[in-house]
């Protein structure tokens, strides 16, 4: 009776952080100017820091380390393709594509959808131990005159322990440069 408690609320906290972020995205939306700038341009490749919010069903603590991340940026459509690799004790490859929504000229929201792919099944990486369904919002900032990008995500990934059908959550950030 503890497991099935234990899984509900782990299942509520993280359904309340993707009804939220959900609920974010659409008031962006809602509260955009009919006049809307352009998204920003550029594509970039960067590195940064990688946290797990969840600890698995095995309660072995969250993990951490290093992302690499690229953004193929398509100009004529609000839509990219993204790649991240979350480096810690075992590696993660998250490749979605994203609806991109200019906030301003510099910056963008966006929510993405794909697929972790994890290189073990052993040890857990922020998004689990083996390859699951994720969503992916997040923001990108370019600053202006220059080629440097800050940028910012969550993945949400979706059934993301083997033996166990849990949810697993990470949180990324990092600098990059435009190409």
């Known amino acids: 009776m503890l497991k ?10 993280l359904g309340a952080m993707a ?19 352009q998204a920003a341009y550029g594509s970039y490749i960067g590195i940064g820091g ?16 290093g992302v690499i991340a690229f953004r193929y940026k398509f100009l004529e459509v609000p839509v990219s393709i993204r790649a ?14 994203s609806y991109d929504v200019p906030l301003n000229w510099q910056t963008d929201a966006y929510i993405g959808v794909g697929a972790a792919i994890q290189d073990s ?11 699951s369904f994720v969503l992916q919002p997040g923001i990108d900032h370019s600053f202006p005159y220059s080629n440097v990008v ?12 083997k033996n166990s ?12 440069v435009r190409f």
Do not use: C, H, K
């Open 19 to 37: 009804l939220g972020s959900a609920i974010g995205f659409g008031l962006m939306l809602a509260a955009a100017p009919s006049a809307f700038a």
């Open 4 to 13: 099935i408690v234990d899984w509900r609320s782990r299942l509520g906290g």
């Open 50 to 65: 990688s946290f797990g919010v969840t600890d698995g069903p095995s309660g072995d603590g969250t993990s951490g380390g």
């Open 165 to 176: 059908n849990d949810t697993a959550a990470s949180i990324q950030g990092g600098v990059g």
């Open 121 to 131: 099944d052993q040890s857990t990486s922020p998004v689990g131990n083996q390859t």
């Open 150 to 161: 800050l940028f910012g995500n969550a993945i949400i990934a979706f059934d993301a322990y």
């Open 84 to 97: 991240q690799a979350l480096i810690g004790e075992s590696t993660a490859f998250v490749p979605t594509v």
